[in-house]
């Protein structure tokens, strides 16, 4: 726990020293991350086509999933402009939901 918390904190302190190196990193580990999973949905939907009816669909997303990381990595500038435009529409669309949510428990008789 005191190495990570070490390292929590070396890593905190170099976002704030160097933070276009800190996104970029970032970036990177999120197009590795979906190109891995991607690569794995592929070969899982392979090995399961026996087994699951439509894998096409599974091994449509992990195409998917490979295709946005490879695009992330040719492009960082980009990808960094467009993953935060994925994060404000999901702040909004969670935002949205969040207050359906809380109008629909104001309206319940929990006691």
Request: zero cysteines; a positive charge.
């Amino acid at each position: 726990m005191v190495l990570q918390g070490v390292l929590g904190i070396l890593v905190g302190v170099l976002v704030f020293i160097k933070p276009e190196t800190a996104q970029l990193i970032l970036l990177y580990v999120i197009a590795a991350w979906a190109i891995i999973s991607g690569i794995l949905e592929i070969a899982a939907a392979v090995r399961l086509r026996r087994v699951i009816p439509d894998e096409w669909a599974f091994i449509l997303g992990g195409v998917a999933s490979a295709i946005f990381g490879v695009l992330l990595a040719v492009w960082p500038k980009e990808g960094l402009i467009t993953l935060v435009w994925i994060f404000g529409v999901f702040a909004v669309v969670f935002g949205v939901t969040q207050l359906g949510l809380a109008n629909r428990v104001r309206k319940t008789d929990i006691p």
